[in-house]
């Protein structure tokens, strides 16, 4: 069974002001719907995201609109109403596991949602919570008017994780008007497991909470940066395949593998960034396996290594280095296919291409050169 993520994005973000709805405003750089997506898209747990947003927001998400992970649905009237409408839409996917998330909390760790997974092997239900650590006082007036009892009280979390069946089940008969899915599934009598939240994961509710966001998306980030270099040579054949795109021409490259240069120096860049050595490294030249293997295995694994270790790819920057043929007019397809193969959003991809003004190996024509820089973010 598949485990989806399902972040409800269609409020307008009264509270936080700003002129416009708070998860697509700025944040650290990006936008905060932004970082949102990325925590569940770069999660391997996580097979598909559907994002709920509000109708008039779709010109909001074109960057995302073609990610592999990610499926867009609008909005309702309340939170509520969005969940359910992003969960009738996974009625045919073969979920088991769903988490719902608020796009206003863009901190998340890469563990909690491991965390909240784990405990849906045991549970029907679990959501992250806060164990409340101060005194609580009922007040009117500007007056402390009495104490409360603070002993059992948690501050609840997203995202808060479910069984999907139980969960849409519990939505189809709930007759709207609550706070949280964790409401929803009681109400529906299902017990939910507490999991230990996480003070970083706060929802940025009031214009304050921008600030504290920011630093810590800035405080907690481990900037990783890694280059990569290849060359492959001109042999007999009539197309060369470049950033997984396959380009007519009258040679084609000579390599162990498929010899797409391109896709090597990026996957070396990402191996570079996470000191993991290169290619050669984790696919031997000398192993027979690997002869006319498919690139893309090595830049997937190179991927999911960056993932293992807790980090996102922020960008990927490619050059190619050749006189012919001529990459412009492939440039998009490359973007679109090395977007897709690392889980990214074409707007995180950059395949360029220079000549060498005729000097030099390539130059004479005798092979192509492909640089590449990558960053890798662990927040
Ligand atoms: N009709 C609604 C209302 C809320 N949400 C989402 O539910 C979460 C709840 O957080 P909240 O801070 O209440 O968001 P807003 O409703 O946008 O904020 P406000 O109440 O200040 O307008 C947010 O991710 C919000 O986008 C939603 O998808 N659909
Ligand atoms: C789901 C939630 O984030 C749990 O804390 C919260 O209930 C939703 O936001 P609101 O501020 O209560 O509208």
Redesign the pocket.
Known sequence: MKTAALIVAAGRGIRAGGGQPKQWRALAGRRVADWTLQAFANHGAIDLIVLVIHPDDYGQIADWADHHKIRICHGGAT?VASVRNGLETLTKDGIGKVLIH?VARPCLSPDLIGAVLAALDTHLGAAPALPVVDALWQGADGLVQGMQDRSGLFR???PQGFDFATLLAAHRTHSGGA??DVEVARAAGIEVAIVPGEDQNL?I?RPEDFIRAENILRGQMDIRLGNGYDVHRFGDGDHVILCGIAVPHDRGLQGHSDADVGMHAVTDAIYGALAEGDIGRHFPPSDPQWKGAASEIFLRHAVDLSVSKGYAIGNVDCTLICEYPKIGPHAAAMQQEMARIMGLAPDQVSIKATTSERLGFTGRGEGIAALATATLVKP
Request: charged share 45%; glycine share 0%.
């Open positions: 939170r608020d609840a979390q997203t706070a949280d929802k509710t």
